[in-house]
Each structure stands twice: as C-alpha cells, then as structure tokens.
C-alpha cells in the first residue's frame, strides 16, 4: 500500500461513522495536495482531516483515532501496536545509522520510552524539550525492552503546553538470584564526569588512569514472572550489606585482592527475598529503598497479581 493511500485509509477510518465518504475520495484529494500542490504529506493529511472535519460538523476531539489509539508511556506492553503518544523529547542521541533520522528518549507523566524516525519517512525534526501529539507510532520491543517507531504515516504536531515527565518508578519483590561482574568494590576513572568502571586499571576512554574505589552491585531479581536488573550504588550497597566502602578497602588490602568483597557480598544476598523500590534506567532498576523480606513471596498473592495483570 502507498504511504497516501495508508493515510486515506486511516482518515477514511476516522470519518466512516460520520460522514459518507469512500477511500478513493480521500486518496484524491491528498493525492491532489502532495502532487499537485506539493504539500507535504503530514500537511496534507491535516488538510484533508480538516475538510472533513468540517463537513461531518465535527471538532479534532470528536473523531476516534482510527487505526491507532490513545495511549501512555506505561501502556507500552506489546509490539505492532499502533497508537497515539502525547509526549515530551527528553533527549536526542547520535543516529548510529543512516537509516535513521533521529533517535531519542520521549517522555511523558507515566515513564519514558525509546523513539526511533526513520530517515525514509519524512518528517519534521523534533527538538529536545519540545512537546508533541505523536499519532499513528507503532510499539516494537527488543529484549524485553519498548520502544516507538515514527514512520511514513506518522502526524506530528507540536503542542504548545507542557509535560511533567514521570520517573517509571518500578516495585519488585522477589527472589535475588544472581550477582553480575562488575560488583563489589571497582574502580572508577576519575576525570571529570566519566565515572566509567575501568577493567584492569584502563577507562575505555581515557586509557591507564588512577581509579577511585566506589562499591556497587549489579543484580538480577526474580519476581516468578520477570527477571530484572538491579543496581545498588555505594549507598544501598552499604545499607544492604553492612559493609562500608573504607571497610571494603580494608579487606581487599589484607587479602591483596579486591574479589573478596564481591565473594563475601554474593554470600550475603544471593538467594535473600527483597523488595525493591526506585527508577528505571533503560534496562535496570536502581535500588532507592530496599526491603529484606522473610521467604519467598506468598505464592497465592504472586498467583492473584499474575492474574490482575
Ligand atoms: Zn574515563
């Protein structure tokens, strides 16, 4: 199907309650803007909305959005949805590809997802810190995390208000079952906002530099349905373990090995029931408030939460 006639297709959905109207109509009036006129495609489609729009005695609110719906952020639990996102750009990042015309993190009340535009599909830039209704994105998901595509038939308009972006707070409570690499007592670089984890003394940026000890621990949680990467930093790793950075030092220094600390950490935690408070940082949870639970989380409530869900 042609991008033009998707877009009929999808105003002709809009407006089939209200109005009698076929696909071919709509195709030729946006075929008329785009070819004739030379009006871009989203401009044309707004065009041709409006005319209708008119003609069914009916305001933008009135309309069902057709193929796509209404959505938030936290909505996001499926692929191959098509849907409506009002949101915020929160950050703009490097295109790895030429395929792309620009990738980003958008935001809105509910938490935050990935976006991607394609380079193909033609559309208005978005700003950082601008807000738009985005209609007609379609989800995607990659290893069990969402994002957004912008493609051809996508609308974009600005709006001129402002989001108040919500920090995707996640609660989980189970079984922690696994200690990644990467814990214990590290070493960070030094230099000005890096803060990289060096592997053997060596900042994948600024080569051989003096580290500074920091603890932390990468873990992965087990709620009976999900699996969910956890980090402490410093604090919630002294809070969880009783072990302060200086006396991780002390036991690194009189062992002459800094793996002892990951060791007596494993120890302590794995297999120990939690619940776990605090943001979402793509793929990982950051343990703000954690909770030691006496066993494993009551099977019959897991069954009723499964449930619900
Ligand atoms: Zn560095």
């Not at 535009?117 to 700003?127: C, I, M, T, V």
């Amino acid at each position: 199907m042609s991008d033009v006639r998707q877009h009929a297709d999808d105003i002709h959905d809009q407006f089939s309650d209200h109005i009698d109207v076929s696909v071919d109509d709509v195709e030729d009036r946006l075929t008329t803007l785009v070819d004739e006129y030379k009006v871009p495609i989203d401009e044309a489609r707004r065009s041709v909305t409006n005319h209708y729009l008119e003609e069914a005695g009916l305001d933008r609110e009135d309309l069902s959005s057709g193929s796509s719906e209404a959505a938030q952020v936290e909505d996001v639990d499926e692929p191959e949805q098509w849907i409506d996102l009002t949101a915020k750009v929160i950050e703009l990042w490097d295109p790895r590809s030429d395929s792309v015309a620009q990738v980003g993190l958008l935001g809105d009340p509910t938490g935050t997802i990935k976006f991607t535009k394609w380079a193909k599909s033609d559309l208005p830039a978005l700003e950082e810190g601008g807000v738009y209704e985005l209609r007609n994105v379609v989800t995607d998901e990659y290893q069990g995390r969402y994002s957004v595509k912008l493609n051809s038939t996508t609308v974009i308009e600005e709006l001129d208000e402002e989001i108040e972006v919500g920090d995707d707070t996640s609660e989980i409570e189970g079984a922690l079952v696994d200690m990644q690499s990467g814990s214990g007592l590290i070493k960070r670089c030094p230099k000005e906002d890096c803060t990289r984890v060096l592997q053997n003394g060596r900042c994948n940026e600024h080569g051989e530099v003096e580290g500074e000890f920091d603890l932390r621990i990468k873990a992965v949680v087990d709620d009976g349905i999900d699996a969910h990467e956890v980090i402490f930093d410093k604090d919630a790793t002294e809070n969880l373990t009783g072990i302060s950075l200086e006396e991780a030092k002390d036991m690194a220094m009189d062992a002459l090995d800094t793996t002892v600390v990951a060791d007596e950490i494993r120890d302590q935690i794995v297999g120990t029931y939690y619940r776990i408070e605090g943001p979402t940082f793509g793929r990982y949870v950051l343990a703000d408030d954690v909770e030691e639970l006496d066993g494993p989380v009551d099977a019959e409530q897991l069954l009723i939460r499964a449930r619900s869900m």
